[in-house]
């Protein structure tokens, strides 16, 4: 379900962020973890934003049988960055980066949205027990 390419020395809990997948689509995911250099290069090839992020995401144009759903790309350091500054654990922080970034992946957008990203991630916050997102740390 999630087709993990880690490019960092990162150990994830993939057990519960296939959970959280199989829970939101029946599609494939691509994850790619990397650090702060390749993801502002990607931000910058695809965003026009030359500075690094903490996650992205690249939905397929096309809904098609078999095709994964989309790419998301997430930066262990601001995983790790994060994690220390909000106090919570490193895993914690990584699982919510992962939901936001696969919400966009299913078409939510926080950015042009009426509150739809927002309400749908902290009801998964809640569900799975996590702290509060970087989206709702800021409404």
Known sequence: MV????RVEFEVDTKK??????????KDIELIITNNDEIQEINKEHRQKDMPTDVLSFPLEFDMPNMPL????ISNEFVQEKAKEYNHSIQDEFTLLFIHGL???LGYDHEIDNGEH?????ELIKKYNLPNSLIVRNS
């Open 3 to 6: 087709d993990l390419d880690n």
């Open 17 to 26: 962020i296939e959970e959280i997948t199989l829970d939101l689509t029946n």
């Open 70 to 73: 989309g790419s998301i790309v």
């Open 103 to 105: 919400l966009h992946l």
């Open 118 to 122: 927002r309400l749908k991630e902290e």
